[in-house]
């Protein structure tokens, strides 16, 4: 068997170990040290990896940022800013039909932009909204569907911890990437809303609204939400202006929300025990699934599948768009089964060579920032793709008395607007790109 065969066959096999129940990172060395000593004819090249990639992958100043993501987000849920968002939102929209809903979706938009975690926001405005949602007459399926799907918003709104693993991976401006995503996370937001006003317009007993509030508390419950302000102001907007990089803005954003929180009483000696035992534990799990990478990537690399696929794609006599709509195919596949940053990692070091190499009339680093954009939309689908949504699961844990069922049903319209926001990006490349070229 040649080292090529020997690549090929490998995926099919990390594939049955993920089906089998097997941690994804835990599969992917396995795997990938498997593979390499085959590939070597002996253990020795695994054994200098297990000195050498360990360090080297864990000192990278680039991830302190994911674990400084994560602290921040733990912060701001003490703090009670995922309680001020949903307040605000839905002082503006609960007096509209499907309003309250609707800021369901603006709060999780919001809290994503100083969280960076979609699991994150799922749970924490789960916590937040599902009271509201049923005490306004929402059917238990359209509450979890909506807060599923508002969820993802934190992996797509900047900061977000994936954009940052894929810009490591493909060696791309992190800022560059999180003003790309900008746009599309407003229009994702607003998706979901017309999805939600559709919804009880079709069907109108499924909801009720709640009282116009008078301007004057809007305003009230509007200026609790400074905090959200000042902190997504001083990290994006200081990584936007060049004040400091997007390592150091998210720890200014740390400290912020965790001086926010000790002021606002929601941070004592327990609740940070807590957060930073989580922010450990959560970082754990995010860097044995990137050591799993690296270990399995380098075996990939030693066989040539990466390029022997890029070559072979290129002689093939089709469309760039069409090889581009069958890798979105293949995420969407992906997404019922393995959850996001498994996803990016196992699969950005083989299908991003390929699409490097195809022309779509933009620059290279035009090409790398909009794949980028693009795959993150798709995985972020299939964090609410049946049968293995993580987004689903967490938001049906927490209403025990709304069956998965009618979670499923009411989350098919949220993922036709995801196709659809997905196709009108990959047709109009320039409304991803538009924002960064005008500052950059």
């Known amino acids: 068997m040649t080292n090529l065969e020997l690549g090929i066959y490998s995926l099919p096999v990390l594939l049955l170990l993920i089906f089998l129940r097997m941690p994804i990172g835990l599969a992917m060395l396995a795997v ?93 405005m789960g916590q937040v909204a599902l009271p509201e949602l049923k005490r306004y007459g929402y059917s238990g399926g359209l509450s979890t569907a909506t807060l599923a799907a508002g969820g993802t918003l934190g992996i797509l709104i900047p900061p977000s911890v994936v954009l940052v693993i894929y810009a490591i991976l493909t060696e791309q401006n992190i800022a560059k990437l999180f003003v790309a995503a900008f746009i599309p996370g407003l229009l994702a937001a607003i998706g979901y809303m017309i999805v939600i006003r559709i919804i009880v317009a079709v069907s109108p007993g499924n909801s009720s609204v709640m009282e116009r509030l008078p301007w004057a508390q809007r305003l009230v419950v509007l200026s609790r939400v400074w905090p959200v302000l000042l902190v ?37 000696w327990a609740t940070l025990t807590d957060a930073i035992m989580k922010t450990a534990q959560n970082t754990a799990m995010i860097f044995l699934i990137i050591l799993g990478a690296g270990f399995y990537n380098a075996f990939l690399a030693l066989t040539h599948v990466p390029q022997e696929m890029s070559s072979f794609v290129v002689g093939l006599e089709v469309s760039p768009w069409t090889i581009l709509v069958v890798i979105l195919c293949i995420y969407l596949i992906f997404g019922c089964v393995m ?102």
């Open 32 to 124: 990938g040290m498997a593979g390499t000593t085959i590939a070597m004819g002996g253990p020795i090249i695994v054994l200098a990896q297990l000195k050498g990639q360990v360090y080297t992958t864990f000192s990278n100043y680039s991830l302190s940022i994911v674990p400084l993501f994560l602290l921040m987000g733990q912060f701001a849920t003490l703090g009670g800013m995922s309680q001020a968002l949903f307040k605000a939102a839905e002082a503006f929209l609960g007096h509209r039909k499907g309003g309250v809903a609707m800021a369901s979706v603006g709060a999780c938009a919001g809290f994503g932009a100083i969280c960076g975690s979609s699991l994150a926001t799922a749970a924490t």
């Open 232 to 268: 997504f102001g001083l990290v994006v907007g200081g990584i936007y202006f060049g004040w400091f990089t997007p390592t150091e803005a998210a720890a200014i954003g740390c400290a912020g929300t965790g001086l926010i929180a000790l002021f606002g009483g929601g941070l004592t």
């Open 339 to 440: 959850d996001s940053l498994s996803m990016i990692l196992l699969t950005v070091p083989i299908f991003f060579p390929i699409v490097s190499t195809l022309d779509f009339g933009l620059t290279p680093e035009e090409t790398a920032l909009w794949f980028g954009i693009i795959v993150l939309i798709v995985v972020e689908v299939g964090l609410i793709t049946p049968p293995v949504g993580m987004n689903l699961f967490v938001i049906s844990a927490m209403d025990r008395t709304t069956s998965i069922v009618q979670t499923y049903k009411y989350i098919l319209p949220f993922v036709a607007s995801d196709i659809v926001r997905t196709a009108i990006l990959v047709a109009f490349p320039a409304i991803t790109l538009g924002l960064m070229r005008v500052i950059y």
